[in-house]
């Protein structure tokens, strides 16, 4: 796996290169000294995944990201001194592409790096989303949970959501083109390490009409509310109709996974509802996206033109999970009609 960095830090540069030396299959590509250089250099020589710090000359490391990933896509992920620190500028990195963050290790005075293990922990996670491992992960399912006498027709319409590589800033503008009244639950998955997920609650109910939170395990799905997985274990739907969190499956690269919420959704949810795979890198979503579409649930698929990452929609496009591929700006409303035709049909 060849590997860039892009720091201005001798320091910080020399303990990344200390970590990755330690994995005999990683091969340092090249380093750039600020955001232009890596632009420069990425596009000439594209590395399988780049280092990205977010403070740097020329351009800070969310608008590297940005033409890098317009120019030269490859896997970014985001090394900065302190992540929670930076959090805005964390999601809008991601926003354009960059796949998870971390924090920059530290050379000690005796020459070893603290921190590297959660480095090398992130860069391994990516690199089975890439192909650039040798481990196979093939979805599981959650374990049956004890049924629960239901009646569907207390159920309210649910919009559930998965997103991955940009998902951030297409879930701002998802959630903003709801009604402040929506007449639905909504769930959403993005692909997100558990540290960052409060933070990116608070970030889109900042910037949304509708109350965002994180998915606790127990919670009902409410009209009217946004519930976000926040763990790094799969967010599920029980027969109790209650979300929890589950490790199973184990080994699957995705966590939490898209394709195991909308399989839970499929086994378990009576009511109406809509699904939606939005920009993303991978596969995950679409086996579970056909699903929901095989069980009667219309599913909507962003487009290649307004993604940020095309291989999670393309996939669910590609093996016909998708009732309907729309452009980003246009899939709320086409959510909130679906819901409204299926309620004036039942």
Known sequence: MRIAIANDLPIAV?????????????????????????VTKCAVDTPDLILMDLIM??????????QIMSSSPCAILMVTASVNGNASKVFAAMGYGALDAVNTPILGLTGQSTGGLSLLAKIATIAKLIGKSDRKNPLGYPP??????????????????????????????????FPPDLKAAVVIVQHMDAQFAPNLATWLNQQSPLPVSIAMGGNRLEMGKVLLAGTNDHLVLGADLALHYTTHPEDYVYRPSVDVLFDSLVKNWLGKGVGVLLTGMGRDGAKGLLALRSAGWPTIAQDQATSVVYGMPKVAAEIGAA???????????????????AEANP
Do not use: F, H
């Open 14 to 38: 020399e303990a990344m290169r200390r970590v990755l030396i330690t994995v005999p299959s990683y091969e340092l590509a090249w380093v750039a000294t600020d955001g232009l250089e890596a």
């Open 57 to 66: 000359p020329n351009l800070d490391g969310v608008e590297t990201t940005k």
């Open 144 to 177: 049956a949970i004890d049924p629960w006498p239901r009646n569907p027709t207390t159920l309210p319409p649910l919009i559930a959501i998965g997103a991955s590589a940009g998902g951030p800033q297409a879930l701002v503008t998802l959630l903003g083109g």
């Open 323 to 341: 009732t309907q591929i729309l452009p980003l700006p246009s899939i709320a409303a086409a959510c909130v009609r679906l819901l409204r035709n």
